[in-house]
């Protein structure tokens, strides 16, 4: 069975959601960015890796989605059929991987983007940070009006790729998601899913890990 190898808090939890909602069976192996284990599998010691029976990995967080989606289209998670879905849905993807994402960089990291070390300095970063969020997810939340989900629909892989961004968000930005109440409802309808509740109580140390049949 395919091998996830994720860390707590990092957007990881997409994949690991996604294949908790295929349901076909898997192995979630939490691992530390870095740490020799994740090196003895990926030399680059980042998060997500997918590992197949046959030894094959990939990373990056879209392109993981994007292979799940194809591995297994009985799962309904693409956001829809054709040309034009699929182009949307790599819109998406692109999206939260090259602006979403990034955006939090310099709240995570404020030293990557100054050479000052004063501490307001590095605030001045964070609160630059913080901007460069709200601007992102101001599209999000317009693209969101009349939706239940980002491609519309029923949910899909972007929506999973989507909500660790929004958990970052919520906890990060000094208002949370006040300002982002169609964001704030895709979390909650998120976060309500059962198979969500099962990844999140098991990143959190609620329940065992190792295999799971989804």
């Not at 395919?2 to 939890?13: D, E, F, I, K």
């Not at 690991?16 to 994740?38: C, M, T």
């Not at 001045?124 to 239940?148: P, S």
């Amino acid at each position: 069975m395919p091998t996830l190898y994720y860390a707590v808090g990092a957007c990881s939890l997409a994949p690991h959601i996604a294949l908790e909602w295929i349901g076909a069976p898997y192995e979630a192996v939490r691992v530390k960015y870095g740490s020799s284990d994740l090196l003895a599998v990926n030399p680059a010691g980042a998060v997500p890796t997918l590992q197949e029976n046959d030894g094959w990995l990939l990373t990056q967080c879209g392109a993981i989605l994007d292979y799940l989606v194809s591995k297994h289209p009985e799962a309904g998670l693409a956001g829809g059929e054709g040309l034009r879905a699929r182009a949307e849905a790599h819109r998406w993807s692109a999206f939260l991987t090259s602006d979403v994402h990034a955006s939090f960089w310099p709240i995570f990291m404020p030293g990557r983007y100054t050479s000052d070390k004063s501490a307001a300095a590095r605030q001045a970063v964070v609160e630059a940070g913080h901007t460069l969020v709200a601007k992102q997810f101001g599209i999000l939340e317009r693209q969101l009006v009349r939706r239940n989900y980002i491609l519309g629909g029923d949910r899909s892989v972007i929506d999973a790729y989507a909500f660790p961004m929004i958990r970052w968000a919520n906890k990060l930005l000094p208002t949370g998601l006040e300002d982002y109440p169609n964001v704030k409802l895709l979390h909650d309808r998120i976060a309500a899913d059962p198979a969500v509740q099962t990844v999140l109580a098991r990143e959190a140390g609620k329940i065992a890990h190792g295999m799971s049949a989804g």
